[in-house]
Each structure stands twice: as structure tokens, then as C-alpha cells.
T-cell receptor, first 116, second 115 residues
């Protein structure tokens, strides 16, 4: 089954304790992205990756890191989480966007993170 | 810069009545427009997209959307709503003139269909 898998789905942590949210897709997609969803703000892009070893900042990258060592994996790293990073996080993937092949995004189920 | 606006936070309709969720956009080039739906405790699911061609596009679950270039709108519609359509709906846009694959989302509209 084609899917994007995120882990953990739920996490409560404390300020400053490093954490990683994993994301894996089995569709051989080139493009992957992380979003955070906050009430009234919709989805805001954190980082994205057009392909292996190619990553770039989205709209709200501060406090986050990513890596893309393999095509299927795109982990989100919070080196020193703070309470303002409490949010619902989504990983998404897509085929490489060309002129007409814009492709729709496939989303994971989400990871709800609470930073105390 | 590209942006999307969903002017209504909430839409309430009775089952069987028509459902419309509004979306307007702003881009410098041509728009690629998308609608996604999010059910409780789930990720977003793709509903439909407009890239080029016919202004009326049909998607999953009986939804359709009409692209109106002069009004810069892409409203989502369903002729007869079901209780199961109750969810959070997001409109998204990508600017064809953009050099990256940046998809901008609206704030979302919560649809409640009452029995």
C-alpha cells in the first residue's frame, strides 16, 4: 500500500530535549516536505527536499533541521525544542514536480508534539 | 508571492443541501490549485486539482470545483452534502512561475453537515 509513515504519532517532551520525528515513504517520490498545522494558521511549510541531499527552507524553518540521506526518508529534527513548537506536524511526499506534472501531495497521519 | 484565502472558518449545511467552500488565491503566474480534506485525527487527503483546461474539475467523493480566473477563485462544491463530508477542508495554490515546488495552504474551513 502506498503510504507516508510518521513516527511517533504522539509525543510529550520537555524543553531542550532533542527529538526526531521520522518520515518514510514507499512511493519512490523525489519530493518530500514537512509542515506544521496550527489552529487558524493552516499548514505552514518547515523544510522541503527536491531529492536526495537537496533540502531547503520553507516558511518557518527556525528551530528545525532535516536531512535527506536516502530517497525514502526525511526526518525532522528538533535540536532544542521549545513550547512554541507544540504543534501537529505532517510529512508529505510527491512525484518530482515538472511543468505539467505538478502531482498531488501524499500526507502522513501526523505527529502531535507537545513541548512542556 | 503566492497566497490563498479561505474567507469562512466554518460552513454549516443540512444533509442533502448543496455545499460550497470558498477559496481565493493570488499568484504572479498561472495558478495550480488544489483541494485537500482532513478528517479527524487523520492526514490530509487529496480531493482534486486544477492545472489547465476545463474550468470545472471533478474529484473524489462527488466533489467538484470551479476555476474562475477573473475572480481568482477556486470554490469547492458538492450538490448534495452528506454527514460524512463533515471535515476540515484546505485550499492550496502553487504559482507556475515559481522556481520551486512551493504549495501555499489556506487556513482551512471546517464543514459541518447536520443530519
Amino acid at each position: 500500500e502506498a503510504q507516508v509513515t510518521q513516527n511517533p504519532r504522539y509525543l510529550i517532551t520537555v524543553t531542550g530535549k532533542k527529538l526526531t520525528v521520522t518520515c518514510s515513504q514507499n512511493m519512490n517520490h523525489e519530493y518530500m516536505s514537512w509542515y506544521r498545522q496550527d489552529p487558524g494558521l493552516g499548514l505552514r511549510q518547515i523544510y522541503y527536499s527536491m531529492n536526495v541531499e537537496v533540502t531547503d527552507k520553507g516558511d518557518v524553518p527556525e528551530g528545525y533541521k532535516v536531512s535527506r540521506k536516502e530517497k525514502r526518508n526525511f526526518p525532522l529534527i528538533l535540536e532544542s525544542p521549545s513550547p512554541n513548537q507544540t504543534s501537529l506536524y505532517f510529512c508529505a511526499s510527491s512525484l518530482y514536480p515538472g511543468r505539467l506534472n505538478t502531482g498531488e501531495l501524499f500526507f502522513g497521519e501526523g505527529s502531535r508534539l507537545t513541548v512542556l | 508571492a503566492q497566497s490563498v484565502a479561505q474567507p469562512e472558518d466554518q460552513v454549516n449545511v443540512a444533509e442533502g443541501n448543496p455545499l460550497t467552500v470558498k477559496c481565493t488565491y493570488s499568484v504572479s503566474g498561472n495558478p495550480y490549485l488544489f483541494w485537500y480534506v482532513q478528517y479527524p485525527n487523520r492526514g490530509l487527503q487529496f480531493l482534486l486539482k486544477y492545472i489547465t483546461g476545463d474550468n470545472l474539475v471533478k474529484g473524489s467523493y462527488g466533489f467538484e470545483a470551479e476555476f474562475n480566473k477573473s475572480q481568482t477563485s477556486f470554490h469547492l462544491k458538492k450538490p448534495s452534502a452528506l454527514v460524512s463530508d463533515s471535515a476540515l477542508y484546505f485550499c492550496a495554490v502553487r504559482d507556475s512561475a515559481g522556481g520551486d515546488y512551493k504549495l501555499s495552504f489556506g487556513a482551512g474551513t471546517t464543514v459541518t453537515v447536520r443530519a
